[in-house]
């Protein structure tokens, strides 16, 4: 059996701890999906308060879900996951999502991406991981540019909030700028 000091901590950041879903976690899950504002920063489906139970598993198909634990006293403050995963290309797509207000803005997002992307690319082995923002989420911009994601492309228009138009921004990580950077 190797030594266990000569593997570092996978799921453990600074901050934060990912752990596996609950079932007692649906109901602070559901209570978020409720904040409309939260889920109008969190994707660009439409908004609809969801129930405990649609959070009892997590998002099904080939996928990593993780909730996000605060290390200080357990909190569960959101989500993160990997998910359309093409193991042939090595490749997935990223989703964060912090649910709890007091804990935005300062830094448990930033940690929780650097422990999920550890674990995308040391552990999985993927070569690109990347996601979709919408360009007024300028809060998840700047995490996601803190931890070395690039800006890709822009699919222009396809969101559409309060009657506006907005930009679907498309950012990704290679390996070796994850290496480099030692986010």
């Known amino acids: ?45 439409p908004v609809r ?10 998002p099904g198909g080939d996928h990593y879900y993780f909730h996000v634990r605060t290390l200080q006293d357990d909190t569960l403050i959101g989500f993160v996951a990997l998910f359309n995963l093409k193991w042939r290309n090595q490749t997935a797509e990223l989703a964060i999502g912090i649910g709890d207000p007091a804990f935005r ?13 550890a674990f995308a690319f040391e552990e999985l082995s993927l070569h690109h991981v ?5 360009d007024y989420n300028t ?18 228009q396809v969101v559409q909030r309060a009657g506006q138009r907005y930009d679907l921004l498309c950012y990704g ?11």
């Open 1 to 45: 059996m190797p030594d266990p000091s000569l593997f570092p901590p996978i799921f453990t950041g600074r901050l934060v701890r990912l752990s596996a879903p609950l079932p007692e976690d649906g109901a602070l899950l559901a209570a978020w999906s409720h904040d409309d504002q939260y889920a109008r920063l969190l994707d660009d489906d």
């Open 173 to 183: 990580m290679l390996r070796d700028e994850w290496e480099k950077g030692g986010s």
């Open 130 to 134: 990347g996601l979709t923002v919408m």
């Open 105 to 117: 803005g300062r830094g448990y997002g930033s940690d929780a991406l650097r422990v999920l992307l």
């Open 139 to 156: 809060a998840a911009i700047r995490a996601y540019e803190r931890v070395g994601f690039v800006r890709e492309g822009a699919r222009r």
């Open 49 to 58: 308060p969801q129930t405990p139970g649609e959070f009892t598993t997590g």
